[in-house]
């Protein structure tokens, strides 16, 4: 796959920001990963230093989280729920469709960094099941037909 | 806008919202929160446009608001003050509400909810069924206020609370009312609120916190998001009483990132209190200092454990630590901190404004106020409810929830997420509440309630759950971080049919010491699932060990399709199905044949579990599957005919069968199958059993049955008529006579009697059920005239009351106990029944008989309160001063079956059970005998003919391992036919287009009863070829590898 250029300068403009706040780690770990897509690996000891921390305490927390990514992830991020509400409505197909519509396995990006696909344990609109999520938006009530259109449309952009 | 300093300001403030808004504005709330997902950000865009386009800007407000509660019906908006809901609406839809409502006041019947019994609209909000039982006190606001204007709120009397609290009560006495309320904590532990506020008061250390745990992690759980996107300021209002009380002088409200939109709402509301004066130093000039800031989580689960909640808006991994200390003691920085849930902050300011005493009208003793709670799952009415707590689980599911789509049955309700356990069928009528759940191994929880029916597997679940919590697990402890690894190793090899019977005993044992020995909640929770589910279900877990078969057909591992596997016979659904589509008809029957030798009869009266698994039913209708048979071996008799050359005998020895209905005959034709000699022997001139003289005509015509006993006497069964085997003839004489084998099914033809006074022998109009049948199908004359009483509830008592109405009787009213809904006859019969012109009365118990000596005169009917007790079983009560006496000419009793065990006196050497019934192996069908097996209706009590057909099949299987010597055991696994069709119908079609499942046409109701006609037509041939292309061919799925 394809190194993803980052710009360095908007890095460290965003790690200044957050320079000795307090408690100020996992707010500027989420700042970088929605600018950039990712937490680059590079920024990792600029970040612990800022903040006054040891670069393995920052890895730690970058690697706890489902929220932060050490690869870049892809422009639109579609999150496809298995949580129960759910599972109970057959979220599983939706997720089996998803992966061969996408060509991707859970985690992984497409080569044109286009989509990502990820399950999220629960996205609360359960009255909605089987949902998914692309970036922010939502989508409920899904069915084969529809997520297929769903997708069209984002890969149309 | 500017800051309020003071009391006074505020007041102001509220003052000039309310004078500004205009009276008599019509205003149309439309869901901006949960509803987006559905487009209702388009409908709100339309509405707008609308208003202007109409003229209409100055009497009419579009407010965007926050959640309605009935989500199924998204997008949902209402009206005030007309008090008017519209349901499923689109943005087309808006010129006619603009149009028609808001200008002429007219209702728009398509955008209105319908009843689902009558079908008529209900406009009005408080007239829906969902909102009738609820009581929707804390999320009162919702809904109705724009979550991103404080105004809003404010107009509505919010931070009144606050004022009061910090005004005129002191810190003490906002503790004292908080505790007087009995509020305990809405996550889910159920902790007195107000002790633990206490607790943070008199702690030492500065400054103190309070946290909003707004970190809703339960899958299946959207109250808190409701309330944050919906009705912020009730939860940051209550935060900030709390601070007030406690002497707090920060907050936290920690929210998941995974919820965007309520991100955003606290971020505006707390910018908007900020400017306002509501948040920083001297908050309305009353000395009281709190700043507030939003923490977002970063994707862990963990983290809506307190201690880990902390660690994270530390900037730290979300793992817990040993308590004690209590973060009241020592929490954020080492400083006294107080968590709350949001639901449990959002009750807060209801408290102080109206006062313990008020607050307390509602709930239990320990528990007062409402709960709120996500209905989801397998339930009509998703959404949030909002109830007193107390409530029993029943009403939530099925008053409020609307019960389980598609007619499926009940098989439990999942309460609070990974960490909670399941209510089965028989614990419906329990009250929720913190303490009666726990009790059954269940909690309360946050409030998720997901609804599972029949088409659920409950290992599958736990295992579902499992994986949640394994990937959760923040790993510092090891029994959780272990012991969740090896509970999901097991279910997951338990699901994919690589269990072990030492598996349960396992699963329980590992449970209980992750349960002890884990270090936080996380841990001390995740076995809930699998123990709770272990507990009520282990017959499930059984089953999917030593049979392989999985109830709710879900597990891909053992099961080809759903249809195949919910069928007791296994036959090969998709196949068939398939065939049919290609026009061969033939193979289609031979396909069915190669499991039930009665596709003619089971395309008729088969209860068809295969249509209630179809995975084409959660699309839309499942595939007719029972009228595809019927009208495939309809076809074979009209075109192939009923003779067949007899199957070879092969072997040597030869198999008495006793008894010539399903059960028998499907087993001596599958083994004349086997290449033996069977001989059925029948007491009646006919063969069929309850088929042939029990079912009515008009459902189960006499020619069908013969010509599928022509076709198996044709495959080389022998049938003895008029040959009893009883006390001079019995089963012993057929083991001398050479037979090495002999299956009894003599099926459960003997009436049960009620057992009260007046039912007496030789009454003149009393009848029972079967013989009463029997008596009109073998063409005696019964004459009924008059009012005919039907007592019972089930398939039977359906026949019974539509066959009076066909041989005379003026009118036919059917009593029994259940409700409608528990009736166990089949819908479709009832509503048959219905609407030929029976009148149907649930709900009552006959206790006598009145006759004048004679003759019936009629029944005294006392009014059933309920048919099954808390634990289920079958434990009438009644409320004895609710009767009624009906007067009648003729009374028939249906009320059950038994098998008659007369006939086998002389075999004294046959194990009985304790109430006479024999013991049979339930694999081999074996009695304690060798050679003597026994099956079908006769050894299990009246049950489907599918059930029968199966049992028949696995007595010729089981009778052929003993004959060639074969011990021990066998399992019967799902199969495919060797006649395997490839078509891939519904799936390789590419069409949006909607195909709806082809209606069978039914006789017309006037006329219908006029004789014994048959009531269901078949599918025409065009039809069924259409019907059998929506087969989305299930069993041709590859498995694309686990979640």
């Not at chain 2, 206020?145 to 810190?171: C, F, H, N, Q, W």
């Not at chain 2, 300011?349 to 307390?360: C, F, H, S, T, V």
């Not at chain 2, 009736?823 to 004048?852: C, L, Q």
């Not at chain 2, 060639?964 to 490839?982: C, N, P, V, W, Y």
Request: proline share 5%.
């Amino acid at each position: 796959m394809k190194e993803k250029d980052i710009d360095l300068g908007q890095l460290d403009a965003l790690i200044r920001e957050f320079q000795g706040k307090k408690w100020g780690l996992i707010p500027l770990l989420q700042k970088v990963q929605e600018t950039l897509g990712y937490v680059p690996p590079v920024a990792i000891e600029p970040i612990a230093e800022a903040l006054d921390l040891f670069p393995s305490q920052v890895q730690g927390v970058v690697t706890f989280y489902a929220g932060f990514s050490l690869e870049p992830k892809g422009k639109y991020v579609v999150r496809v729920c298995r949580g129960t509400a759910c599972h109970v409505r057959g979220g599983r197909s939706i997720l089996r469709l998803m992966r061969k519509e996408l060509g991707l396995e859970e985690g992984e990006t497409s080569e044109d960094y286009r989509f990502t696909l990820e399950t999220v344990a629960c996205l609360g609109a359960c009255f909605l099941a089987p949902t998914m999520m692309v970036n922010q938006t939502y989508f409920g009530k899904l069915s084969p037909a529809k997520v297929t259109s769903v997708l069209d449309q984002y890969r149309k952009d | 806008m500017e800051k309020l300093n003071s009391i006074g300001r505020l007041e102001w403030f509220r003052n000039k919202i309310r004078a500004g808004q205009e009276k008599g504005k019509a205003i149309v709330h439309v869901c901006m929160t949960g509803c987006r997902a559905y487009g209702s950000a388009d409908v709100l865009a339309a509405l707008q446009e609308e208003v202007k386009k109409q003229g209409l800007s100055r009497e009419v407000e579009i407010r965007s608001t926050g959640c309605h509660g009935f989500c199924a019906k998204a997008p949902v908006i209402a009206i005030e003050p007309l008090g008017i809901q519209y349901q499923e609406v689109s943005p087309e839809d808006a010129s006619e509400i603009v149009g028609a409502t808001l200008k002429n006041d007219r209702l728009v019947d398509r955008l209105a909810y319908r009843d689902p019994e009558t079908g008529r609209p209900i406009y009005y909000r408080n007239q829906i069924p969902f909102y009738e039982k609820q009581e929707r006190r804390v999320l009162a606001r919702c809904g109705r206020i724009d979550p991103t204007r404080i105004e809003d709120y404010v107009a509505e009397g919010g931070y009144e609370a606050l004022v009061k609290a910090v005004s005129s009560m002191t810190p003490e006495q906002v503790i004292e009312e908080v505790k007087r309320a009995k509020l305990r904590g809405r996550g889910g532990a159920g902790f007195p609120t107000g002790v633990k506020w206490e607790f943070a008061r008199r702690a030492k250390g500065v400054p103190k916190y309070v946290i909003c745990n707004a970190d809703e992690g339960d899958p299946g759980a959207f109250m808190d998001r409701a309330m944050l996107e919906g009705d912020p300021h009730a939860v940051l209002e209550g935060m900030l009483i709390g601070a007030y009380a406690m002497g707090a002088e920060y907050g936290f409200v920690y929210v998941r990132e995974e919820y965007p939109i309520a991100v955003n709402h606290l971020h505006i509301a707390l910018e908007q209190m900020r400017s306002l004066g509501l948040l920083g130093e001297n908050i309305l000039g009353m000395g009281f200092n709190f700043e507030l800031a939003l923490k977002m989580g970063a994707g862990a689960f963990v983290c809506g454990e307190e201690t880990a909640l902390m660690a994270s808006i530390e900037g730290r991994r979300g793992m817990p630590r040993a308590r004690p200390p209590f973060p009241a003691e020592s929490g954020l920085d080492g400083k006294p901190t107080n968590i709350n849930n949001v639901e449990t902050w959002a009750n807060v300011p209801l408290i102080i404004i109206k006062g313990a005493d008020w607050y307390g009208q509602v709930g239990t003793e320990n528990s007062r106020g409402t709960k709120i709670f996500s209905l989801a799952g397998k339930v009509n009415n998703t959404g949030l409810v909002e109830v007193p707590i107390g409530v029993p689980i029943k009403e939530v599911v099925f008053d409020i929830g609307g019960g389980i789509p598609k007619g499926r049955q009940f098989k439990a309700v999942q309460m609070g997420g990974p960490s909670g356990g399941c209510v089965p069928p028989q614990y419906l009528n329990l009250p929720i509440d913190y303490d009666t759940l726990q009790r059954i191994g269940a909690i309360m929880g946050s409030g998720g309630m997901v609804v599972m029916d029949e088409n659920n597997c409950m290992v599958e679940i736990a295992r579902f759950f499992l994986s949640f919590t394994q990937s959760e697990s923040c790993g510092k402890c090891a029994p959780c971080r272990l012991g969740t690894t090896q509970l999901l190793e097991i279910l997951t090899r338990i699901t994919r049919g690589e269990g072990r019977i030492e598996d349960i005993e396992t699963i329980r044992g590992l449970g209980e010491t992750i349960t002890q020995a884990s270090l936080c909640g996380l841990g001390q929770t995740c076995a809930k699932p699998a123990l709770s589910t272990l507990r009520y279900f282990s017959k499930e877990y059984e089953d999917h060990i030593l049979e392989h078969r999985c109830a709710g057909a879900t597990c891909d591992a053992m099961v080809i399709s759903a249809c195949q596997h919910a069928c007791p016979a296994g036959i090969d659904v998709p196949n068939y199905v398939a065939a049919i589509a290609e026009g061969k008809y033939e193979k289609a029957v031979e396909i069915i044949r190669e499991r039930n030798p009665f596709p003619a009869v089971c395309g008729r009266i088969c209860i068809h579990p295969c249509e209630f698994k179809c995975r084409r039913g959660e699309l839309d209708e499942p595939v007719a599957i029972r009228s595809l048979k019927r009208f495939a071996s309809d076809w074979y008799f009209q075109h192939v005919g009923t003779r067949r050359e007899p199957y070879p005998v092969t072997r040597e020895d030869n198999v008495a069968v006793v008894g010539a209905g399903p059960a028998g005959l499907t087993c001596a034709y599958f083994l004349a199958r086997m290449g033996y000699g069977v001989t059925v022997f029948e007491g009646q001139p006919v063969a069929g059993g309850m088929l042939g003289i029990t079912v009515p005509e008009f459902r189960l015509p006499r020619q069908v049955i013969q010509e599928e006993i022509d076709y198996i006497e044709s495959c080389g069964v022998h049938i003895q008529y008029n040959t009893p085997i009883d006390a001079r003839h019995t089963v012993d004489d057929l083991m001398g006579e050479g037979y090495r084998a002999v299956f009894i099914a003599a099926g459960a033809q003997a009436s049960k009697r009620i057992g009260i006074p007046g039912e007496e022998e030789g009454l003149e109009g009393l009848h029972y059920g079967l013989p009463f049948l029997t008596a009109v199908k073998t063409g005696e004359k019964i004459p009924l005239k008059g009012r005919v009483l039907v007592v019972g509830g089930g398939n039977v008592a359906i026949d019974v009351a539509r066959t009076a109405l066909r041989v005379g009787a003026d009118d036919v009213q059917l009593f029994c106990l259940e409700t409608r809904d528990e009736m166990p006859a089949w819908k479709k019969e009832i509503e048959e029944a219905v609407e030929e012109g029976i009148v149907i009365n649930p709900s009552w118990g006959p206790r006598e008989i009145m006759h004048d000596g004679n003759r019936v005169t009629g029944i005294r009917f006392v009014r059933c309160v309920s048919v099954f007790d808390m634990e289920g079983n079958f434990s009438p009560t009644f409320d004895e001063d609710a009767v009624q006496t009906v007067e009648a000419d003729y009374a028939i009793i249906s009320i059950g079956q038994a098998p008659d065990m007369s006939f086998l006196s002389e075999d004294s050497r046959l194990e009985r059970a304790l109430w006479g019934a024999l013991i049979v192996d339930e694999k081999t069908l074996s009695t304690n005998i060798p050679g003597i097996f026994a099956g079908g209706d006769f050894t299990t009590g009246p049950t489907y003919v599918i059930r029968a057909i199966a049992s028949g099949r696995r007595a010729a299987i089981s009778i052929d391992r003993y004959l060639r010597g074969e011990k021990g055991s066998f399992t019967i696994l799902d199969e495919k036919t060797r006649l395997a069709e490839e078509t891939r119908l519904a799936l390789d079609e590419d069409t949006g287009e909607e195909r709806p499942r082809v209606a069978v046409e039914v006789a017309n109701p006037e006329e219908r009863t006029r004789d014994f006609r048959e009531v269901e037509k078949g599918f025409t041939e065009a039809q069924a070829r259409f019907e059998a292309t929506r087969c989305l061919r299930c069993d041709l799925e590859e498995d694309g590898g686990e979640e």
